[in-house]
């Protein structure tokens, strides 16, 4: 179909970067790793109805579909490099299609983020995007390397894209029209951490993205690294607008076990947060201690936390833990 | 879903060799390329109902939608190193799973291509695999590179798997049992010129992979390098099996505009022939010539091929050809 013909113009890239040789147009893409770097590779599939709402607003599914890998590339503090996308449309919407290309192109930008090629093919909505990145040798940060001692801490606040996703699906309705209008753009737009994640290579040692919720990315933390942790559940950053629609322990296991806020979570020796502090929000949220599993404190006293609500459904296990 | 668990023992490598700092179980892959080398990167996505049959043995499937992104890497003479598995299955079911990662693994061994990452989603069937390959610096084979006076080649036959579709679409049946196993097999398992693609990067100017039929190939590779061509229908390298089916000019366009053949086309100088049809099963079906377009010759005359019955369908019309 012709009309093919009118989508490799919202897709094909102006400006070619020095690393890459060939970009979009061959059988493959041929670039350039600079010596004295390791490549980074995320791959993340969206698909309609499992990863979003099938009345999306296209330009912020081009925002979003990006952004959650390179919310990846962050959390292993990564510099972006380029992306590929593999997308499969039901049919040729040009409107849609520009749309989308212009959510996903102006996040691209943002981030000096390159596309280097792709596919296009034809079936039930769905977007696969992979992303590189570079770190200086023996730089990437790990889920492995929490040391007992370490303070854990989290960027941003955590549950409005939760509460975001419930006003998305009409579930919930909040009585300020503003903490609204924020929780759905916490949803819909999620901003990656990229220049916390570089910043973090110098100093952190173990780091993830809380995509599926703090609760299950903690956990994976912890097992990776052989260690335990303790969250004191009252230091959890939580936004006005979502302290105006839960408190107390609802309020905790919600921020806890929803998911979709791409914050980080990290651990570090105490002594580096007064440099990042300046420069970023985080919050210290509890401490690696020894141990096998993570306990929770709230009011000085050990709580339960069900965070079986979250984000550990089907459609986010992914292969061996990617 | 606990079920999820399982999927890990089909797609865990065993060996992770030393290109692979961090392979799957972080947020992404770190990798390494060697000095004096460039990536070679290349995406395909595979969708139920649109590149393969819904009852496909689902061996073979694991099979053939890695062999059609190593058919890429072979078209740009690059080695083999890594790649990233993008499934989204619609429900978990263990056999397949089991079956499908049997045949996907069977080639990466063969071919010594590690899986480093992936995703694993719930949505209708459908399979993005990213091949990473490297080639020495400035040696990748690109399609522009197609020089006046070189001659055009393709490797093994062409047109087997275009039956092997019909075979195993059930409008056609080949009266010899062993010739329609062999067309059945040429469909459901293509073998990627990988080799091939090798040894042609010291000595071929222009190279492609025939994925589309071979009319939309060529075509992609005169456009892009800016020359003509004339291709001599009757030398067009025809299986036994083929040749059973059809003959004459109805045999010819069949073998043109018929897709999946997973061939090589490529063009080079004649005096690069004979070392190469030492090793390799290799056909000179043209030369390049001053010009903008193809023209087919049969018979000594010149004739009018109609390559409208190809491949040159929504499905496999990539984002700026790639």
Redo the contacts between chains.
């Keep these: ?1 012709r009309e ?1 013909d009118l ?2 113009s919202f ?2 890239p102006k400006q070619v970067s020095e690393s890459v ?13 600079s ?1 004295g770097y ?14 979003f709402l099938p009345d999306i607003n296209p330009y912020d599914l081009g925002h979003r579909v990006l952004a959650v890998n390179l919310s ?2 962050a ?2 503090g ?1 510099e972006p490099l380029w992306f ?5 449309i039901p049919k ?1 919407n040009v409107l849609w299609l520009k749309a989308f290309s212009q959510g996903l192109n102006a996040l691209a930008h943002q981030f000096s983020i390159e596309l ?9 909505l ?1 977007i ?1 995007i ?4 570079r ?1 200086p040798v023996g730089a ?1 940060l ?3 390397q929490a040391q007992v001692g370490d303070v854990i801490c989290v960027s941003g606040s955590l549950g409005d894209a939760y509460l975001g996703l419930k006003c998305a699906q009409g579930q919930m309705t909040l009585a300020n029209a503003a903490d609204q209008a924020y929780v759905l753009d916490r949803y819909y737009k999620p901003f990656p951490q990229v220049a916390l994640g570089r910043a973090l290579s110098k100093v952190a040692h173990a ?3 809380v995509s599926d919720g703090l609760c299950a990315d903690l956990n994976h933390v912890v097992k ?1 690294s052989g260690v335990g942790a303790v969250v004191a559940c009252d230091q959890l950053p939580l936004s006005a607008a979502f302290c105006g629609v839960a408190s107390g322990l609802e309020a905790v296991e919600m921020a806890l076990s929803g998911g979709d806020d791409y914050e980080l979570c990290f651990t570090l020796p105490a002594c580096a947060l007064k440099t990042l502090a300046r420069e970023f929000k985080i919050t210290v949220i509890g401490e690696v201690v020894e141990g096998v599993d993570v306990s929770y404190h709230y009011d000085d006293a050990r709580v339960n936390i069900d965070c079986s609500q979250g984000y550990i ?10």
Tied chains: 1, 2.
């Design positions: 179909m093919f989508i490799e897709f094909t040789k060939v970009g979009v147009g061959d059988d493959a893409a041929v670039l350039r790793v010596s390791e490549l980074v590779v995320s791959v993340d599939t969206s698909v309609e109805g499992i990863h990846d590339l959390a292993m990564a590929t996308l593999a997308l499969t040729v280097v090629g792709g596919d296009t093919t034809q079936g039930p769905s696969t992979q992303v590189f990145g770190v990437a790990l889920r492995s780091v993830i993205d990776a459904h089907f459609s986010d296990v992914d292969i061996g833990g990617i």
